[in-house]
């Protein structure tokens, strides 16, 4: 048994038995035995920790998905891997992961953990963890009550980072505002080297149209969405870094997957959209980085199973659904498009909560371009969530038929609309805590099997 105090024994101790409790009698509750440890002991996680070579994965979007892929490729590659899968990415849970995988009498050896982490969380961890790799997907406007503008968000990952100068960055080379960045740690960039469209121009709406150097707009040889993008700037020539893993060619795009050249490995990635692209893109960087082959990361990418609200598919009797997290604009806009990739009728449902992890200010609404799905064959328009009548009025200034609307707060009811529907697939695109508490409710009914 490595060396520990009696204070760090009794703070595990307790986070262990908080952990049950919580799992079988609150059914939840991924964070709070993180809080219990802390309070007995606030280094606790720099012990937990000890031995592990960590990932850390963090940015506005993607963070889930991107922890999952790089997981299973090392899983595929049989290493020893833990991560936090809930999604608990703030401090304490992020503490409750480690602690739920200690041993007393084990010692770590050549285990990897692949830690999801919340943006201005990331100061907390690097105080305790000195990662081997630390990804930033990327930076948008996202809870502005909460982070203010991308440029505050960047700010509180850079102060963990500064931290850690030995941590190797691993970087979305497309984020403008990564680039050019004053620190000791080796990094390296990732980034796509063809077009998806024929698009040039950044929406007016985009988060970082101006040159972080001398404020003058960016250009761009081609944009993938919102911001990101092969810019460059024509009065001071900051442009993208160099890339050393690329996107070279995309063979084929559908609401099911994507097929694409990565380097010079073609790659079947089983979820749809071009943010799952960037996804798939991070993590093959970091697999490669750390020593895998590139038939394991393909296996594993194709193999990918989507859960807990990133485009999750389940069954409601026989109406298959598909469940989007949606949170920011950018994030919403890339939603939209997978949608306007549908070739058959569908129906959708959009849920707008506004509590406090969602971002209290649902004014964001109206910078996605719900105009863009206006045309498409959408025959039912469920609209939920403490928030329904908000949403409803921008999907009707928008131009989605209002005759089809059916507005439902109840999540019985809803469900029950959404049986009845006349298409056979359902998008449910939901902002997160909608998106939690309607995944608890079908779990309860027998349609999730598990929660967390």
């Given at each position: 048994?490595?060396?520990?105090?009696?204070?760090?024994i009794?703070s595990?101790?307790?986070?262990k038995?908080?952990?049950?409790?919580?799992k079988?009698?609150?059914?939840?509750g991924?964070?709070?035995?993180?809080?219990?440890?802390l309070?007995?002991?606030?280094?606790i996680?720099?012990k937990?920790?000890a031995?592990?070579?960590?990932?850390?994965?963090?940015?506005t979007?993607?963070?889930?998905?991107?922890?999952?892929?790089?997981?299973?490729?090392l899983?595929?590659?049989?290493?020893?891997?833990?991560?936090?899968?809930?999604?608990?990415?703030?401090?304490?849970?992020?503490?409750?992961c480690?602690?739920?995988?200690?041993?007393?009498?084990?010692?770590?050896e050549?285990?990897?953990?692949?830690?999801e982490?919340?943006?201005?969380?990331?100061?907390f961890?690097?105080?305790h963890i000195?990662?081997?790799?630390?990804?930033?997907?990327?930076?948008?406007?996202?809870?502005?009550?909460?982070?203010?503008?991308?440029?505050?968000?960047?700010?509180?990952i850079?102060?963990?980072?500064?931290?850690?100068p030995?941590?190797k960055?691993i970087?979305?080379?497309?984020?403008?505002?990564?680039?050019?960045?004053?620190?000791?740690?080796?990094t390296?960039?990732?980034?796509?080297?063809?077009?998806?469209?024929?698009?040039s121009?950044?929406?007016?709406?985009?988060?970082?149209?101006?040159?972080?150097?001398?404020k003058?707009r960016?250009?761009?040889?081609?944009v993938t969405?919102?911001?990101?993008?092969?810019f460059?700037?024509?009065?001071?020539?900051?442009?993208?870094?160099?890339?050393?893993?690329?996107v070279?060619?995309i063979?084929?795009?559908?609401?099911?997957n994507?097929?694409v050249?990565?380097?010079?490995?073609?790659?079947?990635?089983?979820?749809?959209?071009?943010?799952?692209?960037?996804?798939?893109l991070?993590?093959?960087?970091?697999?490669?980085?750390l020593?895998?082959?590139?038939n394991?990361?393909?296996?594993?990418?194709?193999?990918?199973?989507s859960?807990?609200?990133r485009?999750?598919?389940?069954?409601?009797?026989?109406?298959?659904?598909?469940?989007?997290?949606?949170?920011?604009?950018?994030g919403?806009?890339?939603?939209l498009?997978t949608?306007c990739?549908?070739?058959?009728?569908f129906?959708?449902?959009?849920?707008?909560?506004?509590?406090y992890?969602?971002?209290r200010?649902?004014?964001w609404?109206?910078?996605?371009?719900?105009?863009?799905i206006s045309?498409?064959?959408?025959?039912?328009?469920?609209v939920?969530?403490?928030r329904?009548?908000?949403?409803?009025?921008r999907?009707?200034i928008?131009g989605?038929?209002?005759?089809k609307?059916?507005?439902?707060?109840?999540?019985?009811?809803?469900?029950?609309?959404?049986?009845?529907?006349?298409?056979s697939?359902?998008?449910?695109?939901a902002?997160?805590?909608?998106?939690?508490?309607?995944?608890?409710?079908?779990?309860s009914?027998?349609?999730?099997?598990?929660?967390?």
């Amino acid at each position: 048994m490595t060396k520990i105090s009696i204070k760090s024994i009794l703070s595990i101790l307790l986070a262990k038995s908080t952990a049950f409790l919580s799992k079988h009698i609150l059914k939840g509750g991924s964070t709070f035995p993180g809080k219990v440890a802390l309070k007995v002991d606030k280094t606790i996680l720099k012990k937990v920790s000890a031995g592990y070579k960590v990932i850390l994965v963090t940015g506005t979007n993607g963070k889930t998905t991107t922890t999952s892929m790089i997981t299973n490729i090392l899983r595929e590659k049989d290493f020893n891997v833990i991560t936090n899968n809930t999604g608990a990415n703030l401090y304490p849970g992020i503490t409750a992961c480690f602690i739920s995988n200690y041993k007393f009498f084990k010692k770590v050896e050549n285990r990897y953990a692949v830690i999801e982490v919340d943006e201005a969380n990331v100061k907390f961890i690097t105080e305790h963890i000195n990662p081997e790799i630390i990804t930033v997907t990327n930076l948008f406007r996202d809870q502005l009550d909460r982070y203010g503008e991308v440029y505050t968000t960047l700010n509180k990952i850079l102060e963990g980072v500064v931290k850690v100068p030995s941590s190797k960055l691993i970087l979305n080379g497309d984020e403008s505002l990564l680039g050019k960045l004053d620190l000791k740690n080796p990094t390296i960039y990732y980034g796509f080297n063809t077009p998806i469209s024929e698009n040039s121009s950044i929406d007016i709406n985009a988060d970082s149209k101006f040159c972080k150097v001398c404020k003058s707009r960016y250009s761009y040889n081609f944009v993938t969405y919102n911001h990101l993008g092969d810019f460059y700037c024509d009065e001071c020539g900051y442009k993208r870094p160099e890339l050393s893993y690329s996107v070279n060619k995309i063979f084929d795009l559908t609401p099911e997957n994507s097929s694409v050249l990565i380097n010079d490995t073609e790659i079947l990635i089983s979820q749809s959209g071009a943010y799952n692209i960037y996804n798939a893109l991070c993590a093959y960087s970091i697999t490669k980085e750390l020593g895998v082959e590139d038939n394991i990361i393909a296996n594993s990418l194709q193999n990918q199973n989507s859960s807990f609200g990133r485009q999750e598919q389940i069954q409601i009797d026989n109406k298959h659904i598909e469940i989007i997290l949606v949170k920011n604009p950018a994030g919403y806009n890339q939603a939209l498009d997978t949608l306007c990739l549908n070739k058959e009728d569908f129906s959708a449902a959009f849920l707008l909560n506004d509590n406090y992890a969602d971002g209290r200010d649902v004014s964001w609404i109206w910078d996605v371009d719900f105009e863009k799905i206006s045309s498409l064959p959408i025959k039912n328009i469920f609209v939920s969530g403490m928030r329904m009548y908000d949403m409803a009025v921008r999907l009707k200034i928008a131009g989605l038929d209002k005759d089809k609307f059916v507005l439902e707060e109840d999540y019985e009811k809803l469900t029950e609309a959404i049986k009845n529907s006349s298409c056979s697939k359902v998008y449910i695109l939901a902002t997160y805590t909608a998106m939690i508490n309607y995944r608890k409710y079908l779990h309860s009914k027998g349609y999730i099997k598990k929660l967390w």
